[in-house]
């Protein structure tokens, strides 16, 4: 047997209760063999979101006993990356992976099931999604694309970015020209700069050639892997725009109903799987090569003044609420995430932040022996 212990406890109970249920009204197809062509919007073997997606596809076969194989392609492979959504909503791929703001030109909601500036962190992203109503409504948007998706990575807090120049007051931003996606980018055209979307792999020649005066991209870990700081000397701290930037398997909506209860049950629990793996594998690799970025390369780190920040949450307010009157499903999304984001913030309020700020006391405690 090839499965993990992780799916042990959590996935076989339920896979067999469900697979008791389905064995007469499953799919005949759905019991033998399949094969499932995942296309990215990552670079080849990128780490951590590159190789996120080969981790779910192994997870997949691994738990399946083989059952259900899935071939990673990367972008450009077979598609490219910002052709990820449509190739899966007409049936010529079967599943993406990739965040889907990427998506709002199709329906600019669904971004709150990517990133929000100053939303949810990974942790409340997955309040809402399973006890807030989340889930509902993100079946119900992808439904209308012909797509089921799933939470299948996290990076956790982004960094602010990348640039050429230093960032001293809001005024700076105007006239610059940044890569930044989602509502994001709206936040930056609102402030004076210029947005621009580019896939990862085209954000360092955009950048050397001068396309391009700023970018973020995700954190130390993946920005290492890059070399930004080859041409943009300054690095930004905790972005605004993505506390945590989420990651969908997004699947065609006639393969996922395809499969049984019991294979629903698999896939559902590999990705929630991944998502909590992806926080920690980030959250373990961004400290070590924040160090090498800051000791080695000389990076200069800096951290936008409060007053830059009060005046981005302000226009962020007004982005994403004129977002959430786009229609009515954008507007019940936008309920409901702001219902979430208001109880997690009041709940961290009286124990995480006063935990953290108290953590930081002595200066005894932890010392290594």
């Not at 449509?86 to 099931?113: E, L, T």
């Not at 799987?273 to 070590?288: C, D, I, P």
């Amino acid at each position: 047997m090839k499965r993990r212990s992780f799916l042990k406890s959590s996935v076989l109970a339920a896979a067999s209760t469900a697979a008791a249920a389905t064995t007469l009204s499953a799919p005949a197809y759905a019991k033998g063999k399949r094969r499932l062509k995942m296309v990215t919007t990552w670079p080849k073997n990128f780490p951590g979101l590159g190789t996120r997606a080969s981790a779910f596809a192994k997870d997949v076969q691994d738990a399946t006993d083989g059952r259900i194989k899935i071939k990673v392609y990367a972008a450009k492979e077979l598609v490219p990356a910002m052709g990820a959504f449509d190739a899966v909503s007409a049936g010529k791929a079967d599943i993406y992976h990739g965040p889907d703001y990427y998506w709002q030109g199709k329906h600019k909601a669904f971004s709150f099931f990517a990133a929000v500036p100053f939303g949810l962190t990974a942790s409340e992203m997955v309040h809402w999604m399973e006890y807030g109503g989340g889930n509902e409504l993100w079946d119900e948007l992808s439904g209308r694309f012909n797509i089921k998706s799933l939470l299948a990575c996290t990076t956790g807090i982004q960094m602010g970015g990348w640039f050429k120049k230093e960032i001293n007051a809001a005024d700076d931003f105007k006239g610059l020209r940044i890569r930044i996606p989602g509502i994001g980018g709206e936040v930056m055209k609102k402030i004076g700069a210029t947005p621009v979307t580019k896939a990862g792999g085209e954000i360092y020649m955009a950048l050397s050639q001068g396309n391009i005066d700023a970018s973020e991209w995700v954190g130390p870990w993946n920005d290492l892997a890059f070399g930004f700081y080859k041409v943009a000397p300054y690095y930004y701290t905790s972005a605004f725009h993505e506390p945590a930037a989420n990651v969908a398997a997004g699947f065609n909506l006639e393969v996922w109903s395809s499969f049984s209860a019991s294979e629903q049950a698999i896939l559902r629990a590999v990705a929630a799987k991944n998502f909590q793996s992806s926080l920690a594998e980030f959250n373990a690799r961004n400290s070590v090569a924040l160090n090498e970025l800051v000791s080695k390369h000389k990076v200069k780190l800096r951290t936008y003044s409060p007053e830059i920040m009060t005046e981005l949450a302000d226009i962020s307010a007004d982005v994403v609420r004129s977002i959430g009157m786009t229609d009515d499903l954008s507007k019940r999304i936008y309920n409901s995430y702001m219902k979430t984001r208001a109880a997690a913030m009041e709940w961290s309020k009286i124990a995480d932040e006063p935990y953290l700020s108290n953590r930081r006391l002595s200066k005894k405690y932890g010392k290594a022996i």
